[in-house]
């Protein structure tokens, strides 16, 4: 099946610093990434869909100057969370939809675990 | 009318029993539903999916029925296995916006 990486898989930063995590499809080309939070014991959040080569969409209440989404190429998108803050720590996970097959099925990434100090 | 709800919260079965999570949604645009099972630390993996025209699928031990009328579908995991232990979500999305609107999850325990 189609696999999605993410790294790292955990990142421990101090406040105020900015933090990239990286997320590839590894055997197909992704058209589109999507950029979920989930919060201990909660459901997945969308904070951003990610299309190759252009700006990201972000949902409602989610800071674009403060989480930015890079997709430069089929394979990877980045999510930059700038300044990061206690409140940023979070579980958050990338899932990228195969653009050359035709189906709706969206693949996740392992997650990447963020702890800000 | 993007929500999914999910029920129950929290599920215990014995070994060998029948597990059973429900979703009901308001968007009739949706027409694409997963279920997603995630371990703890760990990202989702699809299970089963199910498109409106069809009312049932089956893969293996999991089931998908599916009430069009009734904007609701469930997921039925038979013969319930310790290894089932793990947190569910069901989720839709549409045409128009491919992203998924997750339910609040279902965390099951099955107990040999």
């Known amino acids: 099946g189609a696999v999605v990486s993410q790294h790292p898989s955990r990142v421990i930063c101090k406040s105020g610093t900015s933090v990239k995590i990286e997320c590839r499809s590894l055997d197909f080309q992704a058209t589109t990434m999507f950029w979920y939070r989930q919060f201990p014991k909660q459901s997945l959040m969308l904070m951003a869909t990610?299309?190759?080569?252009?700006?990201?969409?972000?949902e409602q209440g989610v800071e674009k100057d403060k989480f930015l989404i890079n997709h430069a190429s089929l394979t990877l998108s980045t999510l930059t969370v700038t300044s990061a803050h206690p409140e940023d720590s979070s579980f958050y996970i990338c899932s990228a939809r195969d653009g050359g097959a035709r189906t709706d099925t969206q693949y996740f990434g392992p997650g990447t675990r963020l702890t800000v100090l | 009318q993007q929500q999914v709800k999910q029920s129950p919260q929290s599920l215990i079965v014995q070994k060998g029993g029948i597990s059973i999570i429900n979703c009901a949604y308001e968007?009739?645009?949706?027409?694409?539903f997963p279920w997603y099972q995630q371990f703890p630390g760990k990202g989702p993996a699809l299970l089963i999916a199910i498109r409106p025209d069809v009312s049932e699928k089956k893969e293996g031990r999991f089931t998908i029925s599916f009430n069009k009328s009734a904007k609701q579908f469930s997921l039925h995991i038979m013969d319930s296995q310790p290894g089932d232990s793990a947190t569910y979500f069901c989720a839709a999305s549409w045409s128009g916006r491919r992203a998924l609107t997750f339910g609040s999850g279902t965390r099951l325990q099955v107990q040999p």
């Open positions: 990610s299309n190759e080569g252009s700006k990201a969409t972000y």
């Open positions: 968007n009739t645009a949706f027409d694409y």
